[in-house]
């Protein structure tokens, strides 16, 4: 009875840190927004900056970010992100930050949660076609670092 009781509490316990990722092609998108984590677990915005540079995202690229001002080379394509956190609620970031196509159609915003759909991926600069599975830019719970250090952007 002691053995059944312990094994209750430690999966109890450990419920939420073995939640089930969401795979790209199982994201459901609601105009554009995605209600639910991605992870079952929140982000850490303290991860997001590096994500953010010269990362795997490397948001700064085509966004200025004032909050990352220690970061060299901030773009100009992309619309500023300070107050992306006071404009947009938590699921239509996750959402932009997963494929912002699904918001704003058209955009040249490259979906970084996405592995299928493409006209011809390759493999990163060599010319030829992907010779396996195509990954996600960002992992599921980069997507959500990000999306928790932009609901930190608030206006002032």
């Not at 990163?124 to 599975?133: M, R």
Request: with cysteine; aromatic share 6%; charged share 20%.
């Amino acid at each position: 009875m002691k053995l059944t009781k312990l094994t209750l509490a430690a999966a109890l316990l450990a419920g939420p840190a073995i939640a089930e990722e969401i795979m790209p092609v199982d994201v459901a998108y609601v105009d554009g927004a995605i209600e639910s984590s991605l992870t079952g677990m929140p982000g850490d915005a303290a991860n997001a900056p590096a994500i953010m540079d010269k990362g795997a995202g490397n948001c700064i690229a085509c966004h200025a970010v004032s909050a990352l001002s220690d970061i060299p080379f901030h773009g100009e394509v992309g619309p500023p992100l300070d107050g992306a956190g006071s404009r947009w609620s938590e699921a239509e970031l996750r959402g932009i930050v997963a494929n912002a196509k699904m918001t704003f159609e058209g955009s040249v915003m490259p979906s970084f949660y996405k592995n299928d759909g493409f006209t011809r991926p390759g493999d990163g600069y060599t010319g030829k076609a992907a010779s396996g599975p195509v990954q996600p830019l960002l992992t599921a719970q980069q997507v959500e670092d990000v999306v928790a250090f932009l609901m930190t952007l608030k206006d002032e």
